[in-house]
């Protein structure tokens, strides 16, 4: 990959923060982003504001979690990062958020179920509740594959959603989505227990959205 092409992935990182900030995707300081790149991957390092943030300012790892480029720690949840490129050669990008709605459902080990059918969005026909674990730790980058297996979000209980896209503008997109979803399921279950799609149906939903599902 040419150096330019680095340098363009690294704003599309920083644009993408810039996104969780300004539109309060993920408060303060949580959350993280990231996307491929040859040898490794960029991701947003820990501890630094998002408006504060510029492209040198990103630390490259290699898919063993070493360091190949970057002055500053990474976010706390690089082997979440790193785990997910290892094991999805689909995954170009991927974005962490602690939105509110997404940690509500996350809080009470609730998937979202295809209450709806843009749910299919993110691979499947519900969004799974990764169980807790500590944050920055291996045991959670465990919890998350499994709960993404087949799909491309899910929450973690007690602290947030991940989403994934073949580039980090698909998987701020998603993540996007699963908060509005989240958000739409919540209020559906302030009046009661929401009927379900068929299964049959879910799996229509998402053969459309693998087939011609992309944003226009
Ligand atoms: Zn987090």
Redesign the pocket.
Known sequence: MAERDEDWLRQCVIDAALDLAYTGLSPQM???VSARCEGGFLVTPSGVAYTDLVPDDLVKLDLEGNLLDGQLPPS??WQMHTGIYRERDDVGGIV???SDYAVSLAVMHKDIPAFHYMVAVAGGRDIRCAPYAT?GTAALADHALSALEGRKACL?AH??QIALGETVEDALHLAHEVETLSGQYWRALQIGDPPLLSDEEMAVNVEKFRTYGRRS
């Open positions: 949580s959350g993280n706390s949840e962490h958020a602690h944050f973690l602290h947030g």
